[in-house]
């Protein structure tokens, strides 16, 4: 069953900070969609991603969407919204959160969907009732899970994934799922019954759309976890000693991935992202706003951002 929610470890700040404005609705339509930033602060990190399957990494702030391609960050110029639960998929991606300051939207969003990198967006399901901080979708699959923490007009406190985009809703059994905090869900790219829960007592799969799970992992803090076609890579803290992980999916073989020596303990991986068709392509955000991106399955690793500054 599933307990109650609690942040996990320093999350909760992350998730406190979320944007409360619900007014009238602002637009800069003589301007392009995102513009080119240097040396700007991000504040609050909520989710990152490949969205629309090309090869631009999509990043989930507290006042809207950056972009990072061809070695450099834009940022969104309207639109700025406070994204909860942010998860790209080959069209777009779906979202939860708030409105950004002088919006007429309702808050909160409920779950939304873009596909135009943010410049529009569908209202799916539960706008102007509720904000799924814990949100995870198919990245081809286009599955829908979520961790409802208070009851709606439709669902109870609990799991639920949604196969038609918040049309209809199941819940989970959510049996042998044993934990005190979780750090985030996640499910398969193109297997829709495929799904994990990083949490404080370890990594937990299921394979039946939440009904049952069972532990992938040792039984230790894991903070993040996101699926491959073939695999899944996970973060996990136990004592001072962090580690990246990549497993088979096939057969649990474990790897271990190196992370820069600035990921410990303190300032340990809150979000995941791999390349869809380049997995060796990898990129990681830290509790400290620190963004590292690696080329070479961690080989080597390149600053993207440092304490929530880009590089210029």
Not at 4 to 30: P, V, W
Not at 145 to 159: M, Q, R
Not at 193 to 208: E, F, K, P
Not at 292 to 300: A, F, I, L, M
Request: aromatic content about 10%.
């Amino acid at each position: 069953m599933i307990k109650k929610i609690s942040s996990f470890f320093l999350i909760s700040i992350l998730l406190t900070a979320c944007s409360q404005g619900e007014n009238e609705q602002t637009t800069n339509k003589d301007s392009e969609l995102y513009n080119e930033v240097k040396g700007e602060k991000i504040e609050h990190i909520h989710g990152i991603g490949y969205a629309g399957n090309k090869n631009e990494l999509y990043l989930a702030s507290h006042d809207g969407l950056l972009r990072f391609s061809n070695e450099k960050w834009f940022k969104i110029t309207e639109n700025k919204h406070d994204y909860m639960g942010f998860q790209a998929t080959d069209e777009g991606f779906y979202s939860s959160g708030h409105p950004e300051h002088g919006s007429d939207l309702k808050n909160p969003l409920g779950i939304i969907k873009s596909s135009d990198a943010g410049k529009t967006m569908d209202k799916l399901a539960f706008y102007g009732e509720t904000d799924f901080h814990y949100l995870a979708a198919g990245y081809k699959s286009h599955m829908i899970y979520v961790i409802n923490e208070s009851a709606n007009s439709s669902l109870n406190s609990g799991f639920y994934y949604s196969k038609d985009e918040g049309e209809n809703w199941t819940q989970g059994k959510t049996q042998g799922l044993s934990f005190n905090n979780i750090g985030n869900i996640a499910t398969h790219p193109t297997k829709a019954n495929i799904v994990g829960i990083a949490t404080d007592q370890g990594l937990y799969i299921s394979n039946d759309h939440g009904d049952s799970f069972s532990l992938a992992s040792q039984p230790q803090p894991v903070t993040s976890v996101e699926f491959r076609e073939k695999s899944l890579l996970y973060f996990t803290l136990k004592g001072d000693k962090v580690s990246l992980y990549r497993q088979e999916l096939s057969n649990e073989k474990e790897e271990t991935i190196p992370l820069p020596n600035e990921v410990n303990r303190q300032n340990p991986v809150m979000y995941i992202s791999s390349h869809a068709e380049k997995e060796e392509v990898m990129t990681v955000v830290t509790y400290e706003n620190d963004i590292y991106q690696t080329k070479d399955n961690g080989q080597s690793w390149t600053t993207l951002v440092s304490k929530g500054k880009i590089q210029s």
